[in-house]
C-alpha cells in the first residue's frame, strides 16, 4: 500500500510550518517493510513507527505486507529439524528406558525452542488466516511428540504422546498471547480444547485407578510417620491398574499415593522408608519448582512490555529454565533422602527401596554423565552412596545391600481393604470433588476480581470479591449437602453434619465425620448417618454446650455432647443454616436438646449399653504465614499473565502505562489474605489447650 502524501508539503508551508512529524501504527510482522527510510519503530503487539521530516523531504508513506522469501526458508528450515530431531532418539532407545526417555525431553526442549524462535520472528498469526496459523504452530509439533513417543515411549508411548502434546499446547497458547493475533480468542479456544483433549488422554492412557484407604495398619503407620515428620496427611490412597510397578508419590493436596505393588514388593521397613521420602515433599513443598512456568510466564510477559526488543528472544529461555528447573527438582530429592533417613532411622531399608524400585522399573543404578541433568530424580547410585555415607554405612556392606535378590522382602504390609466404611452418599469421591471446587473457587476469584480492579476500581474489586468469595462458598457447601440430604431423605430429625470430637479434626479430608439425621426420640438422641447409625440414651449424657467449631468469617457453632465416659460428639445442624443462619439454627437445635436432657422423668435409670466408638481425627494441617507468602507468588503470576489478554480483548490496552499490570496485585493479594486468615486462625485455635470445664448451657 502506498499514499501520495505530496501535496502536504504545499499546504503546510502556506500556514507557516518547517517540518512535520509522522506516527503511524501497524501490525508487528517480519515481512514488513515500511518506507520512508528513517523512522524508528518500536514493537511488542505492534509497531509505532516515528519520524521527524522538514517540508519538502516528505512524500509518501508505504506499507509492504507480505511472506518473503526469507520467512519461508527460516519456518522450512525449522520444521524440517524439529521433524527430524526424533530420530536421534533410535540410538538413545539401544540403552535403554533410562537413555530413551532422557533424549526424548532434552531434544523436545532443544526442537521447541527452536520452532518458537523462528514462529516469534515471523510471526505467523499477524500474516496467515486463523485456522492455518494455529495448525502451522501446534499441529506440526504434536507431530514431533508423536514421532518421539512412537521411537522412545515403548509400553508408555500413549503417556508420553500425551503430556508432550500438553506441554505443546501450552507453548501455542503462549505465543498466541505473545503475538500480534487478530483471531487471539478462536486461538485460546482452540488452545483450551486441546489442553482438555490432552488431560482426557492422560487419564485414559495410564489405566490407572484410586482407591482410599480408610483403616488397617498401613494408615496408622503412615500418620504415625507423618507425626514423626512434624506434617499431616490429608488422605492416603492406593494405586491400582496400569502396569502394576512399585512406586509412591506425594500428591499436591498433602496425600500420599502409593501403589499396591510397592506393598506387594516392599517389605514394612522398606516401605516406611519410602513413605518418608514422601512425607518430606509435604513437609517442604516443591514450590519454586512447580510454579516455575507461570512465573516464567508472567515475568517474560512483563519483561516484553517495558523491553519490547526481547520478545523475539523470549524462547531462548526455555533450555536454561528446563536445566535449571530440573536441578532444582535433583536438589529436592536428595533433601527428602536426608529427612527420609532422620525420621525413619532404618538407612539400609531406604537403600534397599530405592533399589528394588529402580530394578522393577527396568533403570539402572548407575546413569550415563549426560542423562544427569536430564532428569528431575538424581542417579540412584548416586543417592544410595550419599546416604550411606551420613549413615556411616561402609562400603562393602552397600554393596551386599545392592546386590540383586530374588527372595521376597519379608514381612510387608497387608494389602488395605477397600472403602468398605464409607456410604453411598458422602463418599470419598463426594468429599474430594467438594475439597476441588471449593479449592477452585478460592484460587478463581482472587485472581478474576484482581484482573477486573483496574476496570472497575480497587475498592469495588474488593469489596465485590470478598462478598464474592463468602457467597460462593456457601453456594457449594449448599448445594452439596441439599444432594446429600434428598439422598438420605426419609428419616426423622434435622439434616446435620457429626464429628466425635468437640475440637475441630480432620476425618478423611473433612470437618464431618459423617452426614446424616439427628433426632431426640424419647430417651434416646438417635443418629442416623450415611456412614451407620449410633444412638445415646438420655442418662448416658452428662453435658450439652454450645461450641464454636472451625473457625470462619460467618459463625459456624456446633452443639456439643459429653458423655459419663468422658467422650464428646458434636453435631452441625444443616437445614435453614446458610451464612449468617448458622448460629440461629445451632441456637434452636441446642435449646430443643436441652429441654430434651432436662424432660428426664424420674424413672429414668442409667443405661447399661455401651457407648459408640469411632475412629480418631487428625489435627487440620498448619496453615500459617509461610505458607500465606508462599503462595503470593503463583496468584501474581496468574495476574500479570491474564491481564494482558484480558486488556487486548477489552479494547483498553495501554502499552504505555506498563504499571497498570500491577494494579491487579493488591487487591488479589487482599482477598486471599482475606481468603486465608480462617485458615491461619483454625491453626492457632488447633494449637491451643484443651477447653475448661463447661457449664451446662441454659435454654433461652
Not at 80 to 98: D, H, N, T
Not at 108 to 115: N, P
Not at 363 to 375: A, D, G, I, R, Y
Amino acid at each position: 500500500m502506498r499514499w501520495d502524501l505530496t501535496a502536504l508539503n504545499t499546504a503546510l508551508s502556506h500556514t507557516g510550518a518547517e517540518a512535520i512529524t509522522i506516527d503511524v501504527s501497524s501490525a508487528r510482522s517480519s515481512s514488513m517493510t515500511f518506507m520512508p527510510d528513517g523512522m524508528t519503530a518500536d514493537h511488542l503487539a505492534g509497531y509505532t513507527y516515528h519520524g521527524h521530516f522538514r517540508l519538502g523531504e516528505f512524500t509518501y508513506i508505504a506499507l509492504q505486507v507480505g511472506g518473503r522469501p526469507s520467512d519461508v526458508r527460516l519456518l522450512a528450515a525449522s520444521a524440517v529439524l524439529i521433524l527430524l530431531l526424533p530420530l536421534l532418539l533410535f540410538p538413545a532407545r539401544r540403552g535403554g528406558p533410562l537413555p530413551a526417555t532422557a533424549a526424548a525431553n532434552g531434544l523436545f526442549c532443544l526442537g521447541a525452542t527452536a520452532w518458537l524462535s523462528a514462529l516469534m520472528r515471523v510471526n505467523p498469526p499477524a500474516v496467515l488466516p486463523f485456522p492455518w496459523s494455529f495448525a502451522l504452530t501446534f499441529l506440526l509439533m504434536a507431530a514431533a511428540v508423536w514421532e518421539g513417543a512412537c521411537i522412545a515411549g515403548g509400553r508408555r508411548r500413549r503417556l508420553f504422546f500425551w503430556r508432550g502434546t500438553l506441554i505443546a499446547a501450552v507453548l501455542t497458547l503462549c505465543l498466541g498471547l505473545l503475538s500480534v493475533n487478530s483471531a487471539l480468542v478462536p486461538w485460546v479456544s482452540c488452545c483450551v480444547v486441546a489442553m482438555a483433549v490432552c488431560f482426557w488422554g492422560l487419564h485414559r492412557a495410564g489405566g490407572h485407578r484410586f482407591e482410599r484407604v480408610t483403616e488397617g495398619e498401613f494408615l496408622t503407620r503412615v500418620h504415625e510417620l507423618a507425626g514423626r515428620a512434624g506434617t499431616r496427611v490429608r488422605n492416603v490412597r492406593l494405586l491400582l491398574g496400569g502396569e502394576e510397578l512399585p512406586s509412591a508419590l506425594a500428591s499436591r493436596n498433602a496425600g500420599i499415593i502409593i501403589s499396591r505393588s510397592a506393598l506387594a514388593s516392599l517389605s514394612r521397613r522398606e516401605v516406611d522408608a519410602i513413605l518418608a521420602h514422601e512425607l518430606s515433599h509435604i513437609r517442604r513443598p516443591a514450590l519454586l519448582a512447580v510454579r516455575m512456568l507461570p512465573i516464567v510466564a508472567g515475568g517474560t510477559a512483563f519483561v516484553a512490555v517495558l523491553v519490547p526488543s526481547f520478545l523475539p528472544w523470549a524462547p531462548l529461555l526455555m533450555p536454561p529454565v528446563y536445566l535449571l528447573h530440573r536441578g532444582l527438582r535433583r536438589r529436592i530429592e536428595r533433601q527428602a533422602d536426608a529427612d527420609a533417613l532422620a525420621w525413619s532411622g532404618d538407612p539400609e531399608a531406604l537403600i534397599t527401596g530405592l533399589a528394588r524400585i529402580t530394578r522393577a522399573h527396568g533403570m539402572p543404578l548407575e546413569w550415563p554423565l549426560w542423562v544427569k541433568p536430564l532428569m528431575t530424580h538424581p542417579p540412584t547410585m548416586e543417592r544410595v552412596r550419599r546416604v550411606a555415607s551420613q549413615a556411616g554405612i561402609p562400603e562393602g556392606r552397600l554393596a551386599s545391600l545392592l546386590e540383586p535378590s530374588t527372595n521376597p522382602p519379608g514381612d510387608g504390609y497387608p494389602a488395605p481393604n477397600p472403602s468398605v466404611s464409607f456410604g453411598s452418599v458422602y463418599t470419598p469421591a463426594v468429599r474430594a470433588r467438594l475439597g476441588q471446587t471449593l479449592a477452585l473457587v478460592m484460587f478463581a476469584f482472587p485472581v478474576l476480581f484482581g484482573v477486573a480492579a483496574p476496570f472497575i476500581g480497587q475498592l469495588w474489586a474488593l469489596g465485590i470479591g470478598a462478598f464474592t468469595l463468602l457467597l460462593g462458598a456457601e453456594w457449594v457447601l449448599a448445594r452439596c449437602r441439599a444432594r446429600a440430604r434428598a439422598q438420605l431423605s426419609g428419616r426423622p430429625g434435622v439434616f446435620a453434619g457429626f464429628s466425635p470430637s468437640s475440637p475441630p479434626l480432620i476425618y478423611d479430608g473433612s470437618y464431618d465425620y459423617d452426614w446424616g439425621f439427628a433426632a431426640f426420640e424419647d430417651h434416646r438422641l438417635v443418629f442416623r448417618g450415611d456412614r451407620g447409625d449410633w444412638q445415646l440414651e438420655r442418662s448416658q449424657i452428662e453435658r450439652i454446650w454450645l461450641g464454636k467449631g472451625p473457625f470462619t468469617w460467618l459463625p459456624n457453632p456446633i452443639v456439643c455432647f459429653r458423655t459419663r465416659g468422658g467422650q464428646v460428639l458434636s453435631l452441625r445442624p444443616f437445614d435453614n443454616a446458610l451464612g449468617l443462619a448458622r448460629r440461629r439454627a445451632a441456637t434452636g437445635f441446642l435449646e430443643q436438646a436441652i429441654r430434651w436432657h432436662s424432660s428426664a422423668p424420674a424413672a429414668d435409670v442409667a443405661s447399661t449399653d455401651p457407648e459408640p466408638t469411632f475412629p480418631k481425627g487428625q489435627p487440620p494441617i498448619p496453615y500459617t504465614a509461610r505458607t500465606l507468602l508462599r503462595s503470593l507468588p503463583r496468584y501474581a503470576a496468574f495476574c500479570v499473565t491474564i491481564y494482558p489478554v484480558v486488556a487486548l480483548l477489552s479494547g483498553q490496552v495501554d502499552w504505555t502505562q506498563p504499571g497498570r499490570l500491577l494494579g491487579a496485585l493488591p487487591v488479589t493479594w487482599a482477598l486471599v489474605l482475606f481468603m486465608a486468615y480462617p485458615g491461619i486462625r483454625r491453626t492457632q485455635q488447633a494449637r491451643l489447650p484443651g477447653p475448661p470445664p463447661l457449664v451446662p448451657a441454659q435454654p433461652r
